[in-house]
């Protein structure tokens, strides 16, 4: 069975940074797509950044330059760096693993495995 547990959310003003962790367990990493999704409440999830198994980033227009997706697989823990954080992007932060194919990797429902989110907000 394979699990994501998140880490590393909090309160940070607009402007800071904070660094999410993600560690997989019961699983390889390096077989993986990985992504983050959030989601407000109320609304629907939405993907905000994602690393495929065979290397690549995809990111969205409202999170690439601000937000940084990583990985160590010897580590078995993907990461998420956002920075210049804004009000809007308050929201739970997931982490999600899957295999499926790279046309699909960007889609919020696209997920073999959630972890139980962490808690991002930011304040004005």
């Known amino acids: 069975q394979v699990q994501l547990v998140e880490s590393g959310g909090g309160l940070v003003q607009a402007g800071g940074s904070l660094k999410l962790s993600c560690l997989v367990s019961g699983g390889y990493i390096g077989v993986y797509h990985m992504k983050w999704i959030r989601q407000v409440p109320g609304k629907e999830r939405e993907f905000v950044a994602g690393?495929?198994?065979?290397?690549?980033?995809y990111y969205t227009d409202s999170t690439i330059g601000r937000f940084d997706i990583s990985r160590d697989n010897a580590k078995n823990t993907a990461y998420l760096e956002v920075n210049t954080l804004k009000p809007e992007d308050t929201a739970v932060y997931y982490c999600?693993?899957?295999?499926?194919?790279?046309?699909?990797?960007?889609?919020?429902?696209?997920?073999?495995?959630w972890g139980q989110g962490t808690q991002v907000t930011v304040s004005s």
């Open positions: 690393h495929s198994s065979q290397g690549g980033y």
């Open positions: 999600a693993a899957d295999t499926g194919p790279i046309r699909s990797i960007m889609d919020p429902g696209a997920v073999e495995y």
